[in-house]
């Protein structure tokens, strides 16, 4: 009876995480995803509670009460600018718990293993121990801990090699013979280096694409798993996980018009490629009266946001500005790129934050066409998803990555503190456009700002 409770609650968690993978596929039903999600995980876990093997549940509740504070702790206290770091812990935490199951299994019986089931075994350990470092790397790049340029040195991708060859021949000989522990141990210390060694020369600003892989490969690692120790839902949830990583992984790639070799060992973003392109001339200065005037009086207002709006935390005041704006008449939409910021999604995540209704954002092709009939385009702390050298360049390095085409408007007023150059570490000829006005300052006290003057215009 016990047994098709378990299989039950393990076919409805399955469904749940199906139904919430399809819901997050638009911003407005990601919500409803993610509590489907969430409590596919609570009947998972519950089913995998009821198991015959569980002889005592002290240490599973101590491990839930310790997993669930930090968990709790950790989504409480985190900024929202900072969760690409938090999940990429979370990505080491997941990666960490199945290599130790595999290594747990192993420890327990690995010297009777069968071919295959030291094939499942070495796999998921494999994968899990170079995801788990991989994954603190990058957590320790997006939080500046470890520089966040490319590290690189002569010779690496042939180390790199070395290391994938040598983990490549004890996982073939552990196949042949499971007993040999010196092997398995040598295993993880160098798929610990791999995962160092993956991510080091990766530039931080790509880490959002890493992630998506190194989650595919934890998905894939959690499978494994399932297979290991016959557990259905894990086979399922980590091959979902598996896929949708791998997929968004390309997805972002796409979106930059790069591949994920470039991604993976182009270091790009390092010295070099940033002195690849440089435009000289002139920047045009406005001043916030001036810009609140063309805002008041136009027809059409275009917001495009980008990595600075996150980082300025300025989504609630350009929803305020938005609503000031419309309550003149004036049509207000927001475009979005789909890699602007630091993760797919992070512009819809922040604008339905600060309840900016869905009907007004545009993506990318939606929008292109509609910048020449836009008086006035306000970029807000963008910068690569709006260089036109993308387009205009065959030689920039982000040539061919499709931007939003703000230059093509009427007015550009770009909103960013300085002359700081975007993720891609190259010059923006938008800035020296004579349509283009830069209102210096940090984005959310430049629209607190503006709020007032367009008030007063
Ligand atoms: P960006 O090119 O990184 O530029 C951000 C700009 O914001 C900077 O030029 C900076 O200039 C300005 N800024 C920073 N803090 C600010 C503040 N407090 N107030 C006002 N401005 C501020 O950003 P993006 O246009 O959003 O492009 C995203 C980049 O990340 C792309 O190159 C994309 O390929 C890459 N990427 C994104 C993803 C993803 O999933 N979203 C994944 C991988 C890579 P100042 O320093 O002068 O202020």
């Known amino acids: ?98 290599t130790l199951v595999g290594i747990a299994e192993y420890h327990s019986h690995g010297a009777e293993f069968s071919r295959f089931k030291m094939t499942v075994i070495g ?38 090699s070395g290391l994938l060859i040598m983990m490549g021949l004890l996982f073939l000989h552990l196949i042949f013979h499971p007993d040999a522990a010196w092997a398995m141990a040598l295993m993880v210390v160098l798929a610990w280096a ?40 894990l086979i399922i949830a980590g091959t979902l996980d598996g896929f ?32 690849a392109t440089g435009e000289a001339g002139h920047m045009r200065e406005v001043g916030i009266e001036d810009v ?5 009086y136009a027809r059409q207002v275009v917001f495009v946001p980008g990595y600075g709006m996150a980082t300025a935390q300025a989504q609630h005041v350009v929803r305020e500005l938005s609503d000031v704006l419309e309550e003149r008449g004036v049509n207000v939409k927001f475009a979005i790129h789909p890699v602007a910021g630091r993760m797919p999604g992070h512009m819809n995540v922040l604008l339905a934050e600060a309840n900016v209704p869905y009907s007004q954002l545009y993506e990318l092709e939606q929008i292109n066409s509609d910048f020449p009939n836009t008086d006035v385009s306000v970029v807000i702390g963008a910068n690569d998803v ?21 230059d093509r408007s009427k007015s550009v007023i770009v909103l960013k503190r300085g002359k700081g150059k975007g993720f891609s570490g190259i010059e923006n000829p938008l800035f020296f456009k004579p349509n283009t006005g830069m209102l210096y300052g940090d984005a959310k006290d430049t629209l607190s700002k503006l709020v007032h003057a367009v008030k007063d215009a």
């Not at 949708?244 to 182009?266: D, H, T």
Request: proline share 5%; glycine share 10%; charged share 10%.
């Open 386 to 406: 709006v260089n036109p050298d993308a387009r205009d360049n065959p030689q920039s390095p982000i040539a061919g990555m499709p931007i939003l085409e703000v």
């Open 194 to 233: 791999f995962g160092v060694m993956l991510v080091l020369p990766i530039g931080a600003a790509d880490m959002p694409v890493v992630m998506a892989l190194l989650n595919s490969y934890a998905g894939l690692a959690a499978s494994a798993t399932g297979f290991a120790i016959s557990n259905n839902v």
């Open 123 to 160: 796999f998921e350990v494999l994968l899990g121990s170079l995801t788990t470092t991989g994954s603190l790397i990058a957590a320790g790049k997006l939080q500046d801990l470890l520089p966040g340029t490319p590290l690189t040195f002569k010779g690496q991708k042939m180390v790199n």
């Open 1 to 98: 009876m016990t047994h098709y409770f378990i299989e039950a609650s393990y076919l409805l968690a399955s469904l749940l995480f199906i139904y919430g993978l399809r819901c997050m596929t638009h911003p407005e039903s990601a919500r409803r995803g993610m509590k489907a999600a969430e409590l596919g995980m609570l009947m998972a876990i519950i089913g995998t509670l009821m198991h015959k093997d569980i002889i005592s549940y002290e240490w599973i509740i101590a491990g839930l009460i310790l997993g669930g504070t930090i968990g709790g702790v950790i989504s409480y206290w985190v900024p929202m600018t900072a969760l690409p770091q938090r999940a990429a812990l979370s990505l080491a935490f997941g990666a960490l718990a199945a």
């Open 292 to 296: 609140a005037t063309q805002m008041a």
């Open 244 to 275: 949708s990583g791998f997929i968004l992984s390309v997805a972002m790639c796409k979106a930059m018009n790069r591949s994920m070799s470039n991604v993976l060992f182009g270091a790009f973003g390092s010295a070099s490629e940033s002195a």
